[in-house]
């Protein structure tokens, strides 16, 4: 068997019906929202900082799209609390399957790293260093 | 055995000259060709997206790079000769095979969406403006909706979309309304790629000729699998890929009707093109020459002809016949399932492809899970967009099926979806 069904293991299965953290946050201290159009997956994340600023207290998100792209969201919101921003920003497309624990075909992989670009845009234009009015996230390019 | 017996044709012998089918997948995708990762069979249900080339086509264009490769029409030696004598009658099976006049009325473009540029371009410019509109359906593919659209903003000129009863179906009263005296062209596609609805193409024209406006058929999901006839449609333009009626990638053709493509100017310029070129001026070549500039795809049109006597030989009526009998057999076993969502019209008044989601299921996810069965289908818009906004839903899944298709391969794809619906449930 190929790379299907292997990418459906339990776990990710289980954070697709059952997603964690899903919702929205009163007063997050920034929120973004981005999409891969020819899915239509749609992903609004929302974070809340300590008071110091830099560490990630809360994460939650909302979203509508493939078992791949909420599954990988939900296991990012869990994955992010207590995290610093420049943590966030660190992350990579590998450190996304690693969390997915699965291999995710090249098709795919736009699906499994949207939550995470969300956040690190959502981060970015919370600092100033991505235009807010800019086009909102893709991870299609 | 039961709907076997009903086949036109030998599906198994038609199979042979396909060997693409015989080969395994489920391995790594990323290295192209079957290895030892590869270890279920391949159950192509993607043939709207592209079809298969078969062995009698593939040996056509190895020829002509093997014995007579050569640039065309200019060349006085003999290998030119013999690849222009090829590329040129290519033209003439083309015009055959759709019932125009001559090669004058067929030009070979990359495929159905450069077809519909050349037009958009060469005759939309020049005769629109602000005051006409363009009459498109709400099903029509990117290739027409989008290069229509565009070509709206650049002239001023309106357009209007027909719109799709519940049913899946071209609500004709509302294009009876939208077509007018202003309506300086209509743009329609013949197939739906999505819906699979069949189109009334000649009563649109009827309309369409009625307030002196022209109709452009999109074609591309009807060409390769039932007879098109385009004086039967009464079509002014009309437009077919190769790629998905068993020739290579890369060519395509526009049929035009001969007063308007001779009234038309160029679209793109250079050579091959030309009659006479000074510094100042320069004049243009006969049909169809004068829309092809450049060195054309010579291998892919040689191919695209011999891909129209394959096609002929099995009989247009029984392609058409064979694609009904899985489109109606697919509908009906997706339907019995449950839980699953079939877009346009039912089994019985359909073109070869059944486009649907089921529920819970995201149409990638389904098409992922599919694919571990071997089993491939399309999974996204299908570049019909604004028509999955109209059917409320981001994405579906799509089976297509072509001639070589069997009903083990319907069902195989049934217990697939079967498969991933308890999955995700």
């Known amino acids: ?141 | 055995m039961g709907v076997q017996e009903q086949y036109p044709f030998d599906v198994g012998a038609i199979r042979d000259d396909f060997p693409i089918l015989d080969r395994l997948v489920g391995g790594n995708p990323t290295s192209p060709g079957q290895d030892e990762t590869d270890d279920v069979d391949l159950v192509y249900l993607d043939n709207a997206a592209t079809s298969h080339t078969p062995d009698p086509v593939v040996d056509r264009i190895a020829d002509y790079y093997r014995s007579y490769n050569s640039n065309v029409h200019r060349g006085i030696h003999q290998l030119s000769q013999e690849a222009s004598v090829a590329y040129e009658e290519a033209h003439d099976v083309v015009a055959d095979f759709i019932g125009a006049n001559g090669r004058e009325e067929v030009i070979f473009t990359k495929n159905t969406t450069e077809a519909m540029n050349l037009v958009a371009y060469a005759w939309g410019l020049a005769e629109l403006g602000p005051g006409d509109n363009v009459v498109l359906t709400q099903m029509e593919h990117h290739a027409s909706l989008v290069t229509w659209q565009q070509i709206g903003k650049k002239t001023g000129a309106e357009v209007r979309f027909i719109e799709v009863t519940d049913e899946g179906r071209l609500d004709m009263a509302d294009a009876a309304a939208k077509i007018d005296d202003d309506t300086a062209m209509v743009s329609a596609v013949h197939v739906s790629n999505t819906l699979g609805t069949i189109n009334p193409i000649r009563e649109l024209a009827e309309l369409a000729h009625d307030h002196d406006g022209l109709i452009f058929a999109d074609a591309a999901q009807s060409v390769p699998n039932r007879p098109v006839d385009v004086e039967d449609l009464d079509v002014d333009f009309l437009a077919f890929s190769g790629h998905k009626m068993c020739g290579p990638t890369g060519i395509g053709a526009l049929y035009g009707r001969e007063e308007l493509l001779e009234a038309m100017q160029p679209y793109l310029y250079g050579g091959e093109m030309i009659r006479k070129v000074t510094f100042e001026e320069s004049t243009w070549e006969d049909l169809p020459w004068k829309f092809e500039a450049g060195t054309p795809s010579i291998a892919q049109g040689i191919g695209f002809a011999a891909a129209i006597e394959y096609l002929e030989e099995v009989g247009m009526e029984r392609i058409e016949d064979h694609e009904s009998l899985l489109a109606e057999y697919a509908y009906d076993r997706l339907t019995d399932l449950g839980g699953v969502e079939i877009y346009g019209p039912p089994g019985d008044e359909r073109g070869g492809l059944v486009a649907f989601n089921v529920e819970g299921v995201h149409a990638h996810d389904l098409s992922s899970v599919l694919n571990d069965y071997g089993v491939a289908i399309r999974a996204g818009d299908h570049c019909t967009q604004p028509l999955h906004d109209e059917l409320g839903v981001a994405a579906s899944a799509r089976a297509s099926f072509y001639l070589y298709n069997t009903v083990e391969e319907v069902d195989a794809l049934v217990d697939a979806v079967r498969e991933a619906r308890d999955l995700f449930a």
């Open chain 1, 1 to 141: 068997m190929g790379t299907g069904s292997d990418m459906y293991r339990q776990q990710i299965l289980d954070h697709y019906k059952n997603p964690r953290n899903y919702g929205e946050l009163e007063d997050p201290d920034f929120t973004h929202v981005g999409e891969n159009p020819s899915c239509g997956d749609t992903i609004k994340v929302d974070v809340a900082l300590d008071d110091d600023g830099e560490t990630i207290e809360t994460v939650a998100f909302t979203g509508d799209g493939c078992a791949i792209s909420m599954a990988s969201a939900s296991m990012l919101s869990e994955r992010l609390r207590g995290m610093t921003v420049d943590e966030l920003d660190a992350l990579d497309t590998d450190d996304v399957t690693e969390m997915l624990g699965v291999d995710i075909s090249p098709m795919r992989i736009k699906c499994a790293v949207l939550g995470r670009q969300v956040a690190q845009d959502g981060a970015k234009i919370h600092r100033g260093e991505l235009d807010p009015d800019a086009d909102r996230t893709r991870t299609e390019e």
